[in-house]
């Protein structure tokens, strides 16, 4: 029996042209996936770019905001210091002026008038030193205010002169081929000045007051935004500004077998507006009151505590006043603080000042009691002339109150930058065959590789950390008082995904490549 073996001569490089075939093949599919690949990669490379861009534009523009709600603090603070030395010297002058009036009784009084007069020296030396100290501190927050008012402005205008250049350097140092559109609330504004009116419309130029007549929609809004920051302002005094409104303990309130007897004291600082007569505009001034009285009843079994016989229901102990009036006033006498009679209202003064009516009325006839008995001239105690409140900016956009201005990056890039084999094989001097170019049959709409990111500057207080939330733990809306403003990115509209489309498919509606 014989066996017979196949001949490896016959079967010998069969399998060779199954192998090329295979090599070709998967030639081409690498090919084709690195062509794919490098397109993904650049355009998520590109996406990034627009990506990091927009959103570092919008923490410019939030950087910008919160240094206009820290600029408006700081003028709040320095008129709230301008209130706090108006109110210092009209407590001040108030105590002086009981040491005057309790003089004036202990000079009758033997042993008591050397104390007496040694007190009232006292309080008179302590007053004055008081006003040369607030003479010369409101001044000093005057200059404040102006300047911080100025800074905010100075401030904005360079965060627009950097805004020319601020993306197009991110984008260099994220993918050098690639070329910008940046826009703030729309997709096809193609230049900073574009930015700048997009930002007024939300924003706005610093406010400046208006005519109160003026019943155009900027000079309306204009004296709203005033009168807003007026409210912020009062809002913000201390308890020592806002209500010097107590009752004196023992021994002057106190009671003693069927009598008794009760000292009031009101008083407070006040930032009244008017309207200045020449300019017909608003016009702001510091005053602060105080008055003194004692209130003297007895019992009477039948009806109860009344006023005891011979002696008047009140009885003025002491009242002082002191201004900072605005520069447009002349002489410093303020003719106002006979507001709260004249309009039969006790909120003004601490609640309350002409509640203690004697005193208030003694208060209005100072300029001739000062001069018979003592004491200061109270409605001519003006500290020094200051200029109410200054330009500021402040959100124009009621409708959007949690979100400033949009910013939209639009970024392109042209076919012949991106890595694909073709741009490799033709940098090197060689050609594809036809049968090879990717390209030959069509390649990307208008030449190019777009995307699109859109980014947004946004009003979050902390609500969680109880050193930054509001002590009444209410949600506070967008503001520019309160530096809590952050970047994120937001969703695209189906308007501005459409507009972007159409900038990345038409080579006329974008910028050219610099």
Request: no cysteine; charged share 25%; aromatic share 10%.
């Amino acid at each position: 029996m014989s066996i017979v073996l196949p001949s490896s001569r016959a079967q010998a490089g069969q399998i060779m042209p199954m192998t090329a075939v295979f090599i070709v093949v998967v030639l081409l599919a690498l090919w084709v996936m690195y062509d794919s690949g490098e397109l993904m990669s650049d355009k998520v490379r590109l996406q990034n770019t627009a990506d990091n861009v927009a959103y570092s534009t919008a923490a410019l523009v939030s950087r910008d905001l919160n240094f206009i709600a820290y600029t408006n603090r700081g003028m709040v603070a320095n008129q709230i210091g301008i209130a706090q030395m108006v109110g210092l010297s009209s407590w001040a002058a108030s105590i002086e002026q009981f040491a005057v009036n309790m003089n004036e009784i202990g000079q009758a009084i033997p042993y008591v008038g050397a104390v007496s007069g040694a007190a009232e020296s006292a309080a008179t030396a302590g007053s004055i030193g008081i006003d040369l100290t607030a003479e010369r501190v409101i001044p000093l927050n005057e200059r404040v205010i102006e300047g911080l008012s100025d800074a905010q402005r100075i401030f904005h205008q360079g965060f627009v002169l950097q805004l020319a250049t601020f993306g197009r350097d991110i984008a260099r140092g994220n993918d050098p081929d690639a070329y910008s559109l940046l826009s703030l609330g729309g997709a096809s504004l193609p230049d900073a000045s574009s930015v700048i009116r997009d930002w007024n419309r939300q924003i706005g130029e610093q406010y400046r007051l208006r005519r109160v007549t003026d019943a155009s929609d900027d000079g309306s809004l204009d004296n709203r935004r005033y009168r807003d920051f007026d409210k912020v302002v009062q809002d913000s005094r201390d308890r020592f500004s806002s209500n010097r409104s107590y009752r004196w303990p023992a021994p002057f309130t106190d009671d003693v077998g069927g009598f008794r007897w009760r000292t009031r004291k009101y008083g407070g600082t006040e930032f009244l507006r008017s309207i200045d007569p020449d300019d017909q505009t608003y016009r702001w001034d510091w005053a602060a009151m105080e008055t003194v009285s004692l209130y003297a009843e007895m019992y009477v079994p039948i009806s109860g505590w009344e006023t005891a016989p011979g002696v008047p229901r009140e009885l003025p102990l002491a009242w002082g006043a002191a201004h900072a009036l605005d520069q447009s006033r002349n002489p410093s006498r303020f003719h106002d603080y006979g507001v709260s009679r004249a309009r039969r209202s006790n909120r003004l003064w601490g609640n309350g000042a002409w509640r203690n009516a004697n005193a208030a009325r003694l208060l209005l006839t100072s300029p001739a009691y000062s001069r018979t008995v003592g004491g200061k001239d109270h409605v001519n105690h003006n500290l020094a002339y200051v200029g109410g409140l200054r330009e500021f900016y402040e959100l124009r956009d009621e409708h959007s109150p949690d979100g400033g201005p949009a910013v939209i990056a639009l970024y392109v890039k042209d076919e012949e930058d991106l890595d694909s084999q073709n741009r490799i094989i033709e940098s090197g001097g060689g050609t594809v065959a036809g049968n090879l170019d990717t390209d030959a049959r069509g390649g990307l709409i208008a030449g190019r590789i777009g995307a699109v990111a859109k980014a947004q500057p946004y009003y979050a207080r902390p609500t969680d950390l109880a050193e930054w939330q509001r002590s009444d733990r209410r949600a506070e809306l967008g503001n520019l008082y309160n530096p809590y403003w952050q970047p994120r990115l937001v969703d695209l509209s189906d308007a501005e995904k459409a507009t972007a489309t159409a900038i990345v498919s038409d080579g006329r509606l974008a910028a050219r490549k610099p």
